[in-house]
């Protein structure tokens, strides 16, 4: 097993990564992103992931797109990889593998994609775009994932399914990774693991205790084994690293204090589309509490709050259940993406490290 590898959330969206009325020095515009893009380069971050999003849900009012963004960002630094996502049936994939693989040679082999099969309905009603059945959005996502390799890897991409129609299609350049550039995908319902089983490279998971990302793990690795592949695993959380436990847990309490009631509720009956809309009503937010909504990708579950040591230690945890990857969402993101940069990510890298040595980690 590789070391662990740090994302943060670029904060795309106005409104930062909660859906609360507490001041917060996070700012949604291409300037502040850059500057955090390079905060987030300079702190031992190695992925930022772009949100795809065009109506405003948890009061995310106004929203840079992604690969746009993404593309922007490529050229303002030199290592971060580049996650943007996208929503099959607002894009076609042969359009969005070409953008893919111009944002790869724009940054080097930097592009990697997360493919966001949906829950937000006036989004697609909205642009007059069918809204297909749960199950039936990931069968379109995986059938657009299946393109987006055909375009990477074939000289002429062929492919026939039941959204999409590719006729010997030639697509030059590749992207400089080509067939390897990154897919993640996210998603708690059944349909959502089986496609990762299937095609997607990472697993992204919402925040969740570690018996939750466990059982999680456990099933998709057992899926993915099924179909003869490996997936890898990164973990959310919202991460609050304070001088003291009790400063950090205080930040938390005015978060959630001043939680926007109006748009926590709207999200609430808006996430109803996912999971939950299946038989077995498995899903992403179908057993969130109002707190854990505050947070709108149930960050503040996972437990990344309290001092840098603690913090480090609950990462080294999920480590241990097999999570690869980290992915972290900030409060005012000019300092504290700064602060776990510099402070948490070394302390992972140096405990990791002692429990290689000592075997107790692979
Ligand atoms: C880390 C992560 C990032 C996500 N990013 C987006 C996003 O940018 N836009 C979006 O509409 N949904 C996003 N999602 C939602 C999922 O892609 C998916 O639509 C949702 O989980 C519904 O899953 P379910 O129906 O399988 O429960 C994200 C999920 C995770 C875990």
Redesign the pocket.
């Known amino acids: 097993m590789g070391n662990l590898k740090f994302a943060y959330w670029v904060p795309n969206v106005s409104g930062g990564l909660v859906v609360s009325k507490l001041p917060q020095q996070t700012d949604w515009s291409f300037e502040a992103n850059k500057r955090y893009a390079q905060i987030a380069e300079d702190s031992n971050y190695d992925l930022a ?1 772009l ?3 065009f109506f405003a849900s948890y009061g995310a009012e106004y929203q840079l797109e992604a690969i746009t963004l993404a593309s922007a960002l490529a050229a303002v630094t030199d290592r971060l990889q580049l996650i943007s ?1 996208v ?1 099959p049936g607002l894009w076609h994939p042969a359009v969005y593998a070409k953008m893919l693989s111009t944002l790869d040679q724009i940054s080097g082999g930097r592009a990697a994609v ?1 493919v ?5 309905k006036q989004e697609f009603t909205g642009f007059g775009e069918p809204w297909l059945e ?1 199950d039936e959005r990931y069968r379109r996502s995986e059938e657009f994932i299946r393109v987006l390799r055909e375009f990477w890897t074939k000289e002429k991409a062929a492919f026939s399914g039941d959204f999409y129609k590719i006729n010997d299609a030639p697509s030059k350049p590749k992207p400089v990774q080509g067939g390897n550039l990154p897919i993640f995908q ?4 059944t ?2 693991k089986q496609m990762a089983a299937r095609v997607s490279d990472y697993y ?3 925040g969740n205790t570690l018996e939750g990302f466990q059982k999680q793990i456990n099933e998709v690795r057992e899926l993915a084994q099924q179909e003869g592949r490996e997936v890898k695993f990164a973990a ?1 959380g919202f991460a609050i690293v304070r001088d003291s436990e009790e400063e950090a847990y205080q930040q938390l309490n005015d978060i959630v204090h001043a939680a926007d009631d109006e748009a926590v509720e709207g999200f609430k009956q808006s996430v109803k589309e ?2 939950q809309s299946t038989q077995d009503r498995q ?2 937010w179908a057993n969130s509490s109002y707190k854990d909504l505050v947070q709108y ?1 149930d960050g503040f579950k996972t437990g990344l709050i309290g001092t840098a040591e603690q913090v480090a230690n609950q990462i080294i945890e999920l480590k241990k259940i097999g999570v690869d990857l980290i ?1 972290t969402a900030h409060f005012h993101y000019e300092q504290d993406l700064e602060r776990f940069g510099k402070e948490v990510i070394p302390l992972v890298k140096e405990k990791e490290a002692k429990l290689k040595a000592e075997g107790v980690l692979a």
């Open positions: 992931l949100q795809t999003r996502a929503h997360n966001v099969s949906g829950w937000f749960h996210g998603g708690n319902s349909a959502a992204f998971m919402n959310h996912a999971g899903g992403m990708n992915l």
